[in-house]
């Protein structure tokens, strides 16, 4: 897509710092970085998000998180990380082109787990939610 940021950093039109790059994702340095070596992982075809991937790209994408994390691992050798990603306005996303954060965490970095993105269960009772499944 023309004016998104991140089909221009694929197509090299914006700089940026390859972490890891294959044939179907690039992986590169979080421009705001949260932790040391924060990276996001963005499919090479635009799309908005997870729903839009095909099976075949998830995996491709799945296999570059984890070449781009063995990368920060073996240069940065953080403690752990988070891995995930913000999907559509409400769970965070900003740019509109699917991409995967990875978050190298250091003990005594300060941070949360996943848990900390959100603490707002509602009223209605876990045995209520299940049922709707
Ligand atoms: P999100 O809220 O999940 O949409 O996050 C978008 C992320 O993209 C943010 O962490 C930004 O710092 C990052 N970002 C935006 N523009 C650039 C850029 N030109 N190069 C690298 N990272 C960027
Ligand atoms: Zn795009």
Known sequence: MSDCIFCKIIKGEVPNYIVYEDKSI???LDIFPHAKGHTVVVPKRH????FDLSDDEMNKLSAGIKKAMEKIQAVLKPDGFNVGWNQSPA???VVPH???HIMPRY???G????HSIVNNP???KVGEVAKLF
Request: zero cysteines; charged letters at 15%.
């Open 107 to 109: 003990e005594g970095d």
């Open 122 to 124: 509602g009223d209605v």
């Open 26 to 28: 690039l992986a590169f």
């Open 111 to 114: 941070g949360g787990s996943m």
């Open 91 to 93: 769970g965070g996303q």
């Open 47 to 50: 799309i908005d998000t997870y």
């Open 98 to 100: 699917l991409h995967i």
